[in-house]
């Protein structure tokens, strides 16, 4: 079987998708301007698309798998669920609207709100009980106000500079948190094929979350040098030429690896040396 998997060409997705599957050993030997990328290896075809045609062409079943953004996957209301939160591109999509107007979401009764993600917002302003006209726009929806076609606007905001820079402000929670998701079509079983790559996909998570840390530590410190490096399931302990002393190698997570170190040190560790792990599975 041939996996099908859909991939975002542009965007803040694409980069970061290539990225993460080039670590999974995929697209060895794509180019940045390649449609369709064949990969015989490892039985899989990948098809770069825009990120909001990707949830289409999953829903529908043409295509095993993609990667978009939760808010594309639930804007275009198809037949297609999340399997993996990925972790990269997070954005909210928020209501924004001049400065020194609204205040609350109840005061958008009746307004006109322009938005590129007709699906997601007619979807919240029925939760919320909100009658509101929603203007369709193609793309940057940020002048919609100053050009006199919207009094407040829908959209997905990264840092919000874009906004601002037009005078607006955002009120409200967030509508949505969004991210780089992993998607295939719903209640359908994986397959043997997309359980791999999926496999794949999570080992590089744990890759770029922790890092391998090797010590020698004096036996009569070992127990609480053990403590500060659990591991996965233990640390690996080797004896050494010296029977005093013994190597422990440990699996950590990235972000405590100084404090790590630190109490090592504190502990009498000796030859402390931190290695990055390229690929892994648990």
């Not at 890092?211 to 233990?234: F, M, R, W």
């Amino acid at each position: 079987m041939v996996l099908k998997v859909a991939v975002p060409n542009k965007g803040q997705l694409a980069e970061p998708a290539r990225a993460i599957l080039r670590e999974a050993g995929y697209l060895a030997e794509a180019s940045s301007r390649s449609l369709v990328v064949h990969d015989s290896v490892n039985g899989v075809e990948f098809y770069f698309l825009r990120p909001k045609d990707v949830a289409i062409y999953v829903g529908a079943g043409t295509l095993d798998l993609g990667i978009t953004g939760r808010d594309m996957l639930l804007d275009s209301k198809v037949d297609a669920q999340e399997r993996m939160q990925l972790g990269f591109a997070p954005s909210t999509f928020r209501i924004a609207v001049p400065k020194d107007t609204i205040t609350k979401f109840s005061e958008l009764h009746n307004l006109r709100i322009a938005t590129s993600y007709r699906g997601l917002l007619e979807g919240w302003l029925k939760s919320q009980g909100i009658n509101a006209d929603v203007v369709q726009l193609d793309g940057a929806v940020e002048n919609a106000v100053a050009l006199g076609v919207a009094d407040a606007v829908a959209d997905v905001v990264a840092t919000g500079s874009t906004l601002r820079a037009a005078g607006l402000v955002t009120i409200g929670e967030a509508i949505l948190e969004s991210e780089a998701v992993l998607i295939g079509p719903q209640r359908s079983v994986a397959s043997s094929v997309e359980e791999t790559f999926q496999r794949r996909l999570h080992s590089v998570f744990v890759a770029r979350s922790y890092v391998l840390v090797d010590y020698d530590i004096a036996n009569e410190n070992l127990k609480s040098a053990c403590q500060i490096t659990p591991g996965i399931e233990s640390p690996t302990v080797s004896a050494l030429q010296n029977p005093s002393w013994s190597a422990v190698r440990s699996m950590v997570p990235a972000t405590d690896i100084h404090r790590v170190m630190d109490e090592l040190y504190a502990l009498g560790a000796k030859g402390i040396l931190v290695t990055d792990i390229h690929a892994c599975r648990l």
